[in-house]
């Protein structure tokens, strides 16, 4: 096929092929890098496709997930800060952003896309399967999140079913081990979801702490990548509210939007000049006792990704 061709007949896959170098990652910036090397990868070899044997989907898997395991040599896991430290007990402690750590990074999702299994893409699962080996953690989407069959995993990986197999079972075991409680319990439906994040938006516009903490659970975490710093329990996360508004003020709008297939916001903030200047992007999870977790990335580079203006009038 000729270029024109091959980019009509692969555009299709790009999102998916998008969201499963993501879950290999944990980084949207490194999955755009490989959803283009895999397609590089791909054109190369176009020649070689054979339809009769593999789907141009399942080729474009394979090539993606091998190409995952490439980059992902030699390279650290990506975390969040409650993987690294044990939580700040003084919510005055020096904020400081770490360049050193490879921070995990949230997704735009969209909970209605027929290519993301349900609860495949949310921040603590993502997390939790940067402690996998590359290609434990490879098994894992390919077999649970994909359900290819062993054999097709096998000759994908260029290895053995009993091999497949093998890391399945370990990395499973290994996830067992990690604290996902979160995300296994009873959520909200998305009305009583939506509710909640209205509030708090409403809260934080108005920089209403007391209105803010009613919104959260006894042992809410709120954690703040790039700083390697997190907090447990709605009085910190109170406490650590009051010191934001007296730092930068308290005037503030809010945009709602979804990572990771959870309820999210864009953060900005009023400047000097005037306008309201992207601050954070925080993703959080609700349960129908409140709000349990609040993930607040910092970086204005992400704001993009979830088509949210870096500036409001």
């Known amino acids: 096929m000729d270029r024109d061709d091959f980019d009509r007949t692969t555009e299709p896959h790009r999102h998916e092929l998008l969201v499963h170098c993501y879950r290999m990652l944990g980084s949207i910036h490194d999955a755009e890098d490989l959803v283009q090397e895999t397609l590089l990868r791909a054109w190369r070899a176009s020649d070689t496709y054979d339809e009769q044997r593999a789907s141009m989907r399942t080729w474009l898997y ?91 995993i096998a000759e994908a990986l260029e290895t053995t079913s009993a091999s497949v197999n093998s890391a399945l079972q370990r990395a499973r075991a290994k996830l067992a081990e990690i604290d996902l409680t979160e995300d296994d319990v009873d959520e909200p439906d998305d009305r009583e979801i939506k509710s909640v994040i209205e509030d708090y938006i409403r809260a934080f516009e108005a920089a209403d702490v007391g209105g803010l903490t009613r919104l959260l659970t006894d042992q809410v975490v709120l954690e703040m990548p790039p700083a390697p710093l997190w907090f447990v329990g709605r009085d910190a996360y109170g406490e650590f ?46 349960t129908k006792a409140g709000i349990t977790h609040n993930v607040v990335f910092f970086g204005q580079e992400l704001f993009a990704y979830f088509d949210l203006p870096l500036h409001l009038e």
Not at 263 to 286: C, E, K, M, N, W
Request: net charge neutral.
């Open 62 to 152: 394979r090539i993606a997930t091998n190409a995952c395991l490439t980059a992902l040599k030699g390279r650290a896991r990506r975390a969040l800060p409650s993987g690294l430290v044990t939580a700040a007990e003084d919510t005055q402690v020096p904020i400081e952003l770490s360049t050193e750590v490879s921070w995990l990074q949230p997704f735009p999702t969209d909970p209605a896309s027929a290519t993301v299994a349900q609860g495949s893409l949310r921040l603590a699962l993502i997390a939790a399967m940067q402690y996998l080996p590359a290609r434990q953690r490879a098994v894992l989407v390919l077999r649970d999140v994909l359900d290819w069959p062993v054999a097709d």
């Open 241 to 286: 509210m009051e010191r934001v508004y007296a730092m930068r003020g308290p005037d503030w709008r809010l945009l709602p939007t979804v990572a990771n297939d959870q309820p999210a916001i864009g953060a900005y903030v009023r400047g000097d000049d005037g306008r309201f200047h992207a601050h954070s992007l925080q993703v959080f999870t609700v």
